[in-house]
């Protein structure tokens, strides 16, 4: 069976290519090279510095072929023109009931980040943004409740 594509943004795909280049060329290394450190020191049947650096080299390989695996299906898309409703890759500009102005970037889970303003087209603000054009108010069910938004700008 054939898996479905990923698609990234360009700037998604490079963030996560620049991720990879660091995990592989930095972050591998110097573990590495500690654990063999830890381990020329003598026991380490009863060091808790060993057996953490060894977890964190556990989750920096998974890391690395997480990525590689997005990768791997990644499909870049690309904005050419003038958008008019709001789709993967919109930057969108908001207000909420109280007046809060708030910009999002519209992108795939595999790229989401809320404190960088990329939300998933999956999350409940993401799938409700999904389709509409400017001046449109939507409802957004969320575990915190509910909200209002209405959309200001779609670029």
Same mark, same amino acid.
Request: hydrophobic share 35%.
């Given at each position: 069976? *054939?898996?479905?594509?990923?698609?990234?943004?360009?700037? /998604?795909?490079?963030?996560? &290519?620049?991720?990879?280049?660091?995990?592989?060329?930095?972050?591998?290394? $110097?573990?590495?090279?500690?654990?063999?450190?830890?381990?020329?020191? /003598?026991?380490?049947?009863?060091?808790?510095?060993?057996?953490?650096?060894?977890?964190?080299?556990?989750?920096?390989? %998974?890391?690395?072929?997480?990525?590689?695996?997005?990768?791997?299906?990644?499909?870049?898309?690309?904005?050419?023109?003038?958008?008019?409703?709001?789709?993967?890759?919109?930057?969108?500009?908001?207000?909420? &009931?109280?007046?809060?102005?708030?910009?999002? $970037?519209?992108?795939?889970?595999? &790229?989401?980040?809320?404190?960088?303003?990329?939300?998933?087209?999956?999350?409940? $603000?993401?799938? %409700?943004?999904?389709?509409? *054009?400017?001046?449109?108010?939507?409802?957004?069910? %969320?575990?915190?409740?509910?909200?209002?938004?209405?959309?200001?700008?779609?670029?």
């Amino acid at each position: 069976m *054939r898996e479905r594509p990923i698609v990234l943004t360009p700037e /998604g795909k490079a963030a996560l &290519e620049q991720e990879l280049e660091h995990l592989r060329q930095h972050k591998l290394p $110097v573990l590495l090279e500690r654990l063999q450190q830890l381990s020329n020191e /003598g026991d380490i049947s009863d060091n808790s510095e060993y057996e953490d650096t060894k977890e964190e080299l556990v989750l920096t390989e %998974a890391r690395i072929r997480e990525i590689e695996h997005i990768l791997r299906r990644a499909q870049t898309i690309t904005q050419a023109g003038p958008q008019d409703e709001v789709r993967l890759g919109s930057r969108v500009t908001v207000i909420d &009931e109280e007046g809060s102005i708030e910009t999002w $970037v519209i992108v795939s889970p595999e &790229e989401a980040n809320a404190a960088q303003g990329r939300i998933s087209i999956e999350s409940p $603000v993401g799938a %409700a943004l999904l389709g509409k *054009r400017v001046g449109t108010t939507v409802t957004v069910r %969320a575990p915190g409740g509910e909200m209002r938004f209405t959309i200001q700008r779609i670029e």
